[in-house]
């Protein structure tokens, strides 16, 4: 992508922070103790086109669709963690569990909640903004298992949007974390219903398109682009070099699901025998590391191979 040269700005609220890029609104960063984990909301282009569903924070925008109610925009949780879904908020509906027809059960595991504990936000230099949040993971009887540190690196020009995110997650309350192996999980963005199946149009690394070709596939990025709102645009997630397991398993839907999920591995293969799970030992800490950007056209001309070449050679 071409030089970030935009300013990055916060706009600090009790329980949220807006972020600004080059003076205009790209999204805000949403942390309250009510609110069962945190997510962005919404995320925009260079331009404003809104890019992520506004469903289940908003109610008021025709024709969206109000299956899984736990996809909030974008949102880091996993549907396993020791044996209780951070992923998932309570049971919806069958209704709100369905997409495009096809019923997904929700997970039968105890609900955790990430609550928030302290924020940082930093201005550095004119090209790039970093929040820093920190969290526990709070099991349904009210204990910490462990704790949780999102940081969001934001980045923007004329024609691009960048985010780079990192996910900590630190066995610092006397008891290993296992990331159990469940597709429900776990870097998620919920697109637009543009970007959506017919319209939309999902592109790998590898060159594969849509659901049935790279649906639990591992690949070094994924890429949604169609028109919305009259502008032709996409969104990519990178997977970092780093990254356990690298390339990563992908649980991105032709409903609007677009997840990087590393650990699924027996609904991936459809094999269960087999265990993705990782378990991160007392002391120490697991770190995930993601691009997102937002771009004009689609994936070839926004340039996103060669895009993601450059991200590996500076990371």
């Known amino acids: 992508p071409a030089a970030a040269v935009d300013p990055v700005t916060f706009q600090p609220h009790a329980d949220s922070v807006d972020v600004l890029i080059g003076g205009k609104p790209f999204t805000t960063y949403y942390f309250g103790h009510d609110l069962p984990k945190p997510y962005l909301h919404p995320l925009r282009t260079a331009t404003g086109t809104v890019v992520t569903r506004g469903y289940p924070m908003r109610e008021d925008i025709p024709g969206e669709s109000r299956d899984h109610p736990h996809h909030r925009a974008m949102f880091f949780a996993h549907g396993d963690i020791n044996g209780i879904d951070f992923w998932g908020e309570g049971k919806p509906s069958k209704q709100q569990e369905t997409a495009n027809g096809v019923l997904y059960s929700s997970e039968s595991l105890p609900k955790g909640r990430t609550v928030f504990r302290t924020i940082d936000p930093v201005v550095t230099g004119a090209g790039q903004g970093t929040l820093r949040a920190e969290f526990n993971l709070v099991g349904p009887d009210g204990k910490v298992i462990g704790s949780e540190t999102q940081e969001y690196t934001f980045r923007g020009d004329a024609s691009t949007r960048i985010i780079d995110c990192t ?15 469940t597709k429900e999980g776990t870097f998620a963005i919920r697109v637009v219903k543009e970007l959506q199946k017919p319209a939309g149009k999902m592109l ?8 049935p070709a790279i649906w639990g596939k591992r690949a070094n990025w994924v890429d949604y682009s169609s028109v919305v709102g009259g502008e032709a645009l996409g969104i990519a997630i990178f997977d970092n070099p780093s990254n356990i397991k690298h390339p990563t398993y992908w649980h991105a839907r032709d409903y609007g699901l677009f997840a990087v999920n590393p650990f ?8 269960p025998k087999r265990d993705g799970s990782v378990t991160v030992a007392v002391g120490k800490s697991l770190i995930l590391r993601y691009r997102v950007i937002i771009h004009h056209g689609d994936a070839a001309e926004a340039q996103v191979a060669e895009a993601y070449l450059q991200y590996v050679r500076t990371k």
């Open 167 to 181: 996910f900590t997650t630190t066995a610092d309350h006397g008891k290993p974390l296992k990331f159990g192996d």
């Open 204 to 211: 790998n690394s590898d060159g594969n398109v849509g659901e």
């Open 264 to 271: 699924g591995e027996h609904d991936f293969y459809n094999d």
